[in-house]
């Protein structure tokens, strides 16, 4: 079962600055099934990024992904007040035919 | 628009069983795969398994399996979770959500219910 970890655990940074989340996956992803979610408390997850640098629909563009094989990224370019929240990254397995989620990155105001 | 609509918070004691319900509307209900995602207090998100849009076949997460029904009701748009022998590491949000065509994604997601497990 292939297993994404995400770092840093937490990041914190000011409005205005340029945030970079890593998701590394244990063995090759198809980067057609990386996929970014935004999560606020006491909301459920938001779709951001599919198919790895792809934004969803009424996303807006600072937000952007990329990566291939083992490593992948989203990057947000300025942040805004409503961009503090958890990511998570998360990948379809066709070894398995399972969905795993990364732990997630916790974005915080510093 | 697209709205998944979950039933309401649900407290069971340790080895009941608990029934969740999704109410899809917004789109064609069986064009689309629908999943199950939990998630523990504080903690991250866990798939739990699918319900093909097809012909309503089911696959589960190893570690659910044998605990976890997915069910649905094509006549009211409505997806159900049944997960049995509950102890209180099932406390946690499910979430449904939805997959589009060959997508392996989650595009939509229903507002979670609250499962709480305690004696």
């Known amino acids: 079962e292939i297993v994404l970890t995400q770092s840093p655990g937490t990041l914190s940074l000011s409005p205005g600055e340029r945030a970079t989340l890593s998701c590394r996956a244990s063995?090759?992803?198809?980067?057609?099934?990386l996929v970014w979610y935004q999560q606020k408390p006491g909301q459920a997850p938001r779709l951001l990024i599919y198919?790895?640098?792809s934004r969803a629909t009424g996303i807006p563009d600072r937000f952007s992904g990329s990566g291939s094989g083992t490593d992948f990224t989203l990057t947000i370019s300025r942040l805004e007040p409503e961009d503090f929240a958890m990511y998570y990254c998360?990948?379809?397995?066709?070894?398995?035919?399972?969905?795993?989620f990364g732990q997630g990155t916790k974005l915080e105001l510093k | 628009q697209v709205q998944l609509v979950q039933s309401g918070a649900e407290v069971k004691k340790p080895g009941a069983s608990v029934k969740v319900s999704c109410k899809a509307s917004?789109?064609?209900?069986?064009?689309?795969?629908l999943h199950w995602v939990r998630q523990a207090p504080g903690q991250g998100l866990e798939w739990m398994g699918i319900?093909?849009?097809?012909?309503?076949?089911?696959d589960y997460a190893e570690r659910f399996r044998g605990r976890v029904t997915i069910t649905r009701d094509p006549s009211t748009s409505t997806v159900y979770m049944e997960l049995s022998s509950l102890r209180s590491e099932d406390t946690a949000i499910y979430y449904c959500?939805?997959?589009?065509?060959?997508?392996?994604?989650?595009?939509?997601w229903g507002q979670g219910t609250l499962v709480t497990v305690s004696s």
């Open positions: 959500a939805r997959e589009p065509p060959v997508a392996y994604y989650f595009d939509n």
């Open positions: 917004g789109y064609t209900f069986t064009s689309y795969n």
């Open positions: 319900i093909f849009h097809t012909a309503g076949n089911t």
């Open positions: 063995q090759s992803v198809t980067s057609s099934w």
């Open positions: 198919g790895a640098s």
């Open positions: 998360q990948q379809y397995d066709t070894s398995s035919y399972t969905y795993t």
